[in-house]
């Protein structure tokens, strides 16, 4: 068992940026690959981005590829999401979501194949 608990949402102008933060406690921390998640209302929930349990191995959205990073701390069982140059159409609910490792670094998108999730935190993105 993994409890996730985001933090860092808020509401940001357009341009500006945020850092999301989620702490995990319980099962060791590096038995996990974890991921970010969003969903705006009326819509499915939306992949962001993916780390491996190493950190080196991170993966995407397009709609977010060079504008948010993604970084862990194994040692404070912590992943981050960092967001820049935020855009109106970012606003949504964030979510992490832990997934066991794998040998190799695969980009896992889809929400069913992560076993945690937390329980969010609102990002608003003013035009």
């Known amino acids: 068992q993994v409890q996730l608990v985001e933090s860092g949402g808020g509401l940001v102008q357009a341009g500006g940026s945020l850092r999301l933060s989620c702490a995990a406690s319980?099962?060791?921390?590096?038995?996990?690959?974890m991921g970010w998640f969003r969903q705006a209302p009326g819509k499915e929930r939306e992949f962001v981005g993916t780390?491996?349990?190493?950190?080196?191995?991170?993966g995407y959205a397009d709609s977010v590829k060079g504008r948010f990073t993604i970084s862990r701390d194994n040692a404070k069982n912590t992943v981050y999401l960092q967001m820049n140059s935020l855009k109106p159409e970012d606003t949504a609910v964030y979510y992490c979501?832990?997934?066991?490792?794998?040998?190799?670094?695969?980009?896992?998108?889809?929400?069913?194949?992560?076993?945690?999730w937390g329980q969010g935190t609102q990002v608003t993105v003013s035009s």
């Open positions: 780390i491996d349990w190493s950190g080196v191995y991170t």
């Open positions: 319980g099962r060791t921390f590096v038995s996990y690959a």
């Open positions: 979501a832990a997934r066991p490792r794998e040998d190799t670094m695969v980009v896992r998108t889809s929400p069913s194949r992560y076993d945690y």
